[in-house]
């Protein structure tokens, strides 16, 4: 079946560094690939997406590309502040599977020290 | 833009009683909503799929008669825990597709359920 796999965490960075999270996916299908970030004691936001091959999503400085030829969807930062602290959680929709579903990574914590 | 709601933020209450979530699409109409359960620390857990004017759809090893999912209108959806215990204690989060979306889904603020 489908699945999301993503670095494990905590991910603890000084302010400004450059920051990468790395995700693959399987899917049987054609899947979207979705960043979203859960602050503290928050739901989930959607923080950028990409919906098919060499696709780059961006929001907020963030980055993802979306590489259908290693599968992965990793997330970059060239400087990450305070704020950025967070849990982060890489995820896929394959729409060849018409339920809407999406399919979670585990999530990776980001600490971010000043 | 799309909002998704939910109420209670935080509940808490006594073992063997019950408790009412609702997850309501402010600026849209949902036919489908989502229910997620997430263990500190952990990933979400999709706990079922909410079809309003049918029957919810729960995944594997959920217990429907626990959790009584009613899909009111095309704007709410409610999670009932049934005879809660302590570890029914969780995040739930619920949410929710606007139509002609794309696949993305809006994800309510969440409630903090504590069973004592």
């Known amino acids: 079946g489908d699945s999301v796999t993503q670095m494990e965490g905590p991910v603890t960075l000084s302010e400004e560094a450059f920051l990468t999270i790395n995700c693959t996916y399987t899917a049987t299908g054609y899947p979207s690939l979705f960043w979203y970030v859960q602050y503290p004691g928050e739901g989930l936001q959607l923080l950028l997406k990409a919906t098919k091959a060499d696709d780059k999503g961006s929001n907020k400085g963030f980055e993802a590309t979306y590489r259908k030829e290693t599968t992965s969807f990793h997330l970059e930062k060239g400087s990450v502040q305070v704020s950025d602290s967070a849990v982060y959680f890489c995820a896929l929709s394959d729409r060849m599977n018409r339920d809407d579903k999406i399919i979670f990574g585990k999530g990776t914590r980001l600490h971010i020290l000043p | 833009g799309a909002v998704v709601s939910q109420h209670p933020s935080r509940v808490i209450c006594k073992s063997g009683t019950s408790v009412k979530i609702e997850c309501r699409s402010l600026?849209?109409?949902?036919?489908?909503m989502f229910w997620y359960r997430q263990f500190p620390k952990q990933s979400l857990m999709l706990m079922a799929t909410?079809?309003?004017?049918?029957?919810?759809?729960?995944e594997q090893g959920v217990e429907k008669d626990k959790f009584l999912i009613n899909h009111a209108s095309l704007t709410l959806s409610t999670l009932t825990v049934t005879s809660a215990h302590p570890e029914d204690s969780s995040f739930y989060i619920c949410?929710?597709?606007?139509?002609?979306?794309?696949?993305?889904?809006?994800f309510g603020p969440g409630t903090r359920l504590t069973v004592t």
């Open positions: 909410s079809n309003e004017g049918s029957k919810a759809t729960y």
């Open positions: 600026d849209f109409q949902a036919t489908t």
């Open positions: 949410s929710a597709s606007p139509p002609r979306s794309q696949d993305e889904q809006y």
